[in-house]
């Protein structure tokens, strides 16, 4: 298995622009996290999905992020407008059980926003 | 709500020194996940703990959790620069995971 895929692996982007970041989870993994890693906040939950349903978005910051997953295969975190606040590395993970043998992360979006 | 601390924030040793971190919760936790994260990487699952009092090791590396499932450390015996990054411990809320601070380990060769 090639792991969860996220793209782009960097995007640098004007304010007030839209960003959409990408990530395939493990074939199986029926559960999705999104996470925001900062050096002052650290790694936050921004939400996390089971079987395609958003369960807890408690994490997302502001009406200008949005995620979905209109599949097994594939979910988007959407930035609009985008702030330079926002700028930080977003993982995508995903899980067969969290409680079991945890998460695996993909290799992050470094997003940088101008 | 619940938080993960963890200490020191970061360690500088010396290439054969040990090092320990130390995580603590504000809450009893079910178990408590362990993550390394490379400089520029992804974490990366090490390993759980479920039991209270629970000891376990991987190589050089002893994980423990507290009797009153609110601590666990971890310590590396004999750093190796391989062991550059920095170690997370996660707790579950649902079947979400708080990740603590963090802790930073510099290993000087």
């Known amino acids: 298995d090639a792991g969860v895929i996220q793209s782009p692996r960097h995007e640098v982007t004007e304010m007030g622009q839209e960003v959409t970041l990408r990530c395939k989870p493990i074939?199986?993994?029926?559960?999705l996290f999104w996470y925001r890693q900062t050096m002052m906040r650290g790694l936050e939950l921004l939400i996390y999905f089971n079987n395609n349903v958003p369960i807890d978005d408690s994490g997302m910051p502001e009406d200008r992020f949005s995620a979905k997953m209109p599949n097994a295969s594939f979910s988007t975190l959407k930035i609009q407008p985008s702030e330079p606040r926002d700028s930080a590395v977003y993982f995508c993970a995903s899980s067969l059980n969290p409680l079991y043998g945890g998460y695996t992360f993909g290799s992050g979006t470094r997003l940088t926003v101008v | 709500g619940q938080q993960v601390m963890q200490i020191p924030q970061y360690q500088h040793v010396q290439e054969g020194e040990d090092f320990t971190t130390y995580c603590n919760s504000s809450?009893?936790?079910?178990?408590i996940q362990w993550y390394k994260q490379r400089p520029g990487g992804h974490p990366v699952f090490l390993i759980q703990l479920v039991k209270s009092g629970e000891v376990k090791k991987q190589k050089r590396l002893t994980f423990q959790f507290g009797e009153a499932k609110k601590n666990s450390s971890l310590h590396i015996t004999a750093t190796q620069t391989t062991d550059v990054g920095t170690y997370f411990c996660?707790?579950?809320?649902?079947?979400?995971?708080?990740f603590g601070t963090g802790t930073r380990l510099k290993v000087l060769a």
């Open positions: 074939s199986g993994h029926d559960y």
């Open positions: 809450t009893t936790l079910s178990n």
């Open positions: 996660a707790g579950p809320r649902a079947y979400k995971y708080i």
